[in-house]
Nanobody, 125 residues
């Protein structure tokens, strides 16, 4: 099993920044890719960004490209999501996820079998 714990969420004004962290523990060697998803009230969970643990590949959703950056520290088993130029529409619960899949569909929820409990991000206008 892999345990994922997110932190770093909070309330920020539009235009501000936050950095989320996801600490992984347990059988982390069973995961090849990590990702961030988000879910706003009344909406479906949405892909935000993904990264390989070896750092050789990253992918960001169009809605956050240029504003958000996913990164990882393999030595600390931690994945980060740096969020800049935040907008009210970025308000959501942000979830960290882990996948044993190496190729294909890593922007889909179904590719991920490990999930954190989520951290709330609220952006005020």
């Amino acid at each position: 099993q892999v345990q994922l714990v997110e932190s770093g969420g909070g309330l920020v004004q539009a235009g501000g920044s936050l950095k989320l962290s996801c600490a992984a523990s347990g059988r982390t060697f069973s995961t090849y890719a990590m990702a961030w998803f988000r879910q706003a009230p009344g909406k479906e969970r949405q892909f935000v960004a993904a990264i390989y643990w070896n750092g050789g590949w990253t992918f960001h959703a169009d809605s956050v490209k240029g504003r958000f950056t996913i990164s990882r520290d393999s030595a600390k088993n931690t994945v980060y999501l740096e969020m800049n130029s935040l907008k009210p529409e970025d308000t959501a619960v942000y979830y960290c996820a882990g996948s044993g899949r190496q190729y294909g569909g890593l922007d889909q929820e179904s590719a991920y079998n490990y999930w954190g409990q989520g951290t709330q991000v609220t952006v005020s206008s």
